[in-house]
T-cell receptor, first 113, second 113 residues
Framework: EAQVTQNPRYLITVTGKKLTVTCSQN?????MSWYRQDPGLGLRQIYYSMNVEVTDKGDVPEGYKVSRKEKRNFPLILESPSPNQTSLYFC????????????FGEGSRLTVL | QQQVKQSPQSLIVQKGGISIINCAYENTAFDYFPWYQQFPGKGPALLIA?????SEKKEGRFTISFNKSAKQFSLHIMDSQPGDSATYFCAASIRTGANNLFFGTGTRLTVIP
């Protein structure tokens, strides 16, 4: 089954404790992206990657890091989480070329105390 | 700055009625306009999409209307059903380059039986 898998789905952590949200896709997609969803703000892009070792900032990259060492994986790293990073996070992937469908994971709800 | 403005924020419709969600954009370089549907606890999923060379696209009960001169597009859901209750996001992108999607703020639709 074609899917984007995120882990963990739920996480409560404390300010400053580094965490990683993993994302993996099994569709051989070149493009992957992270979004955060907040009430009244919709989906905002954090980082994206056009291919292995190619990453770039989205609209709200502050406080986040990403890496793309393998095609299927695109982890989101919060080096020193703060309460304003409490949000619902989505990983997504699609084929590189054209206006293809973006496939989303089921989301990771992060709470930073 | 919100690249795509969406209204209303929430919408309640009787079963069998028509649901209408509106979006507006400023960037005339946008050339791909998808709508995503999100059920609680799930990631968004592509519902329907349109390119600016047509003014309307219909798939079943869902229709996108597109007004290029006004830089507006809307989603119409005919014969709305309780199963349509979800959050709907409009989006826009430029198909060349990274083709990053810019999302609206979302509309929570509730269809009352």
């Amino acid at each position: 089954e074609a899917q984007v898998t995120q882990n963990p789905r739920y996480l409560i952590t404390v300010t400053g404790k580094k965490l990683t949200v993993t994302c993996s896709q099994n569709m051989n997609h070149e493009y992957m992206s992270w979004y955060r969803q907040d009430p009244g703000l919709g989906l905002r892009q954090i980082y994206y990657s056009m291919n292995v070792e190619v990453t770039d900032k989205g609209d709200v990259p502050e406080g986040y890091k990403v890496s793309r060492k393998e095609k299927r994986n695109f982890p989101l790293i919060l080096e020193s989480p703060s309460p304003n990073q409490t949000s619902l996070y989505f990983c997504a992937s699609r084929e590189k070329r054209g206006a293809g469908e973006l496939f989303f994971g089921e989301g990771s709800r992060l709470t930073v105390l | 700055q919100q690249q795509v403005k969406q209204s209303p924020q929430s919408l309640i419709v009787q079963k069998g009625g028509i649901s209408i969600i509106n979006c507006a954009y400023e960037n005339t370089a946008f050339d791909y306009f998808p709508w995503y549907q999100q059920f609680p606890g799930k990631g968004p999923a592509l519902l329907i999409a349109i390119r600016p060379d047509v003014s309307e696209k219909k798939e079943g009960r869902f229709t996108i209307s597109f007004n290029k001169s006004a830089k507006q597009f809307s989603l119409h859901i005919m014969d709305s059903q309780p199963g349509d209750s979800a959050t709907y996001f409009c989006a826009a992108s430029i198909r060349t380059g990274a083709n990053n999607l810019f999302f609206g703020t979302g509309t929570r639709l509730t269809v009352i039986p």
